[in-house]
């Protein structure tokens, strides 16, 4: 119980540091090459539109983990700390290439900005992923709290996508970290910062689910306390429109903790991501590190 509360603190606390820029830099010793790229041009500031790839050198082939960091579409940053310093080590370590991105932020812009910036980094990715080792077509999906919406809804709305440039066919799949957001982002409190009421359909995930669509298969994590009502609505509108789904609580983990500790040694929900990443379509069938299968 102790070294949970312990761990939530410490990911408090390296969350407010990364805040005011201190949660950057390398993360310890690790083996792999950064590199920072500009994805989008636009007149905001540059590092806004811009992603780190973390990857090994002298290697091709491999799996491309593209990671968007929550914040309530308000704050956060690809360099904090929660973003990668466990994150990168652990998949270049295991056989990934792993992508951390940027986009740009609310009240400054509003929907759709955040979805077509993140459009525009998946197919930036999509067309340089060798060039850190990567295969194109094999390309994940994985984001926490607004960034569990905003991968979900990428996944799900193909006009971005589209309007970038690909398709749906492009995801392998989705791992989504704990969000509350995939019917209505109006349940989150601050939404008019970010959404107007006219948008509320686009954004609704739920609502762009539909069979016939390509849309790649989905694994959920939720708290404890979390509402589970809506997980279970997302996976189950997945499920009757063919899509193989789901969802999976992460026992006595806080919002942060869910995030924070995927790539930390000895984590469970880590060994139930690495299934998904190798079988996605049998995402209904992992057994887990503790017994029984996800939800």
């Not at 009502?229 to 609580?249: M, N, W």
């Amino acid at each position: 119980m102790w070294q949970k509360l312990i761990s939530s603190l410490m990911s408090v606390i390296t969350f407010i540091l990364s805040l005011f820029g201190l949660g950057g830099g390398p993360g310890g010793n690790a083996d792999y090459t950064k590199a920072t790229a500009q994805y989008k041009q636009t007149s905001s500031n540059p590092d806004l539109t811009s992603l780190d790839a973390y990857y090994k050198e002298n290697t091709s082939g491999r799996p491309v983990v593209f990671f968007v960091h929550g914040g309530a579409y308000m704050i956060g940053d690809k360099s904090n700390a929660n973003c990668y310093q466990d994150k990168a080590p652990y998949f270049t370590e295991n056989g990934y290439v792993f992508i951390s991105v940027n986009y740009r932020l609310s009240p400054a812009v509003k929907h759709p900005a955040h979805i077509e910036d993140l459009a525009a980094a998946f197919m930036y990715v999509y067309n340089h992923a060798e060039e850190w080792g990567g295969d194109k077509d094999n390309i994940f999906i994985m984001g926490h709290s607004a960034g569990a919406q905003l991968v979900a809804l990428l996944a799900t709305n193909n006009s971005y996508i589209e309007a970038a440039g690909g398709s749906l066919d492009l995801i392998r799949g989705v791992v989504c970290l704990d969000t509350n957001l995939y019917n209505s982002v109006a349940d989150l409190e601050t939404y008019r910062s970010a959404f107007d009421d006219e948008d509320l359909d686009d954004a609704s995930c739920v609502k762009n689910v539909a069979a016939g669509k390509s849309i790649p298969p989905f694994l959920l994590f939720y708290r404890t306390n979390g509402d589970n009502d809506v997980q279970e609505l997302f996976v189950q509108t997945l499920r009757t429109a063919g899509v193989p789904a789901a969802k999976l609580e992460a026992k006595g983990d806080s919002h942060m903790d869910i995030n924070a500790e995927i790539g930390k040694n000895g984590d469970q929900k880590t060994e139930v991501i690495a299934a998904f990443l190798q079988n996605p379509a049998d995402v209904e069938n992992i057994v887990l590190p503790y017994g029984g299968k996800t939800e």
